[in-house]
């Protein structure tokens, strides 16, 4: 099993950025694919990244493709989701999260963190 806390959110401009963390606390952190999910107001919530556990492969949903990076330390236990040129659609809670699936990519995930608001302003 394995316990999640993401941090780094906060309020920024549109066309600027913020790097939310998730710090992974348990066993065989390396062992897991990772993802990022967002939930905004009203909206059902929707998968954003995943990072494969052995760091090869990445994939993201169209609308962050080229502004959002998802990056893992597996020494530190933490997956990093860099975030630029936001808009204030990006505006959402974000959550980290974690399975054991083999499917990639991966789009069910077992274990969550309990998010973090991200605010975009226009």
């Known amino acids: 099993q394995v316990q999640l806390v993401e941090s780094g959110g906060g309020l920024v401009q549109a066309g600027g950025s913020l790097r939310l963390s998730c710090a992974a606390s348990?066993?065989?952190?390396?062992?897991?694919?990772m993802g990022w999910f967002r939930q905004a107001p009203g909206k059902e919530r929707e998968f954003v990244a995943t990072?494969?556990?052995?760091?090869?492969?990445?994939y993201y949903t169209d609308s962050v493709k080229g502004r959002f990076t998802i990056s893992r330390d597996n020494t530190k236990s933490t997956v990093y989701l860099q975030m630029n040129s936001l808009k204030p659609e990006d505006t959402a809670v974000y959550y980290c999260?974690?399975?054991?699936?083999?499917?990639?990519?991966?789009?069910?995930?077992?274990?969550w963190g309990q998010g973090t608001q991200v605010t975009v302003s226009s």
């Open positions: 999260a974690a399975t054991t699936s083999s499917t990639w990519p991966a789009y069910e995930y077992e274990y």
């Open positions: 348990g066993h065989s952190f390396s062992t897991y694919t």
């Open positions: 990072i494969s556990w052995g760091l090869i492969n990445t």
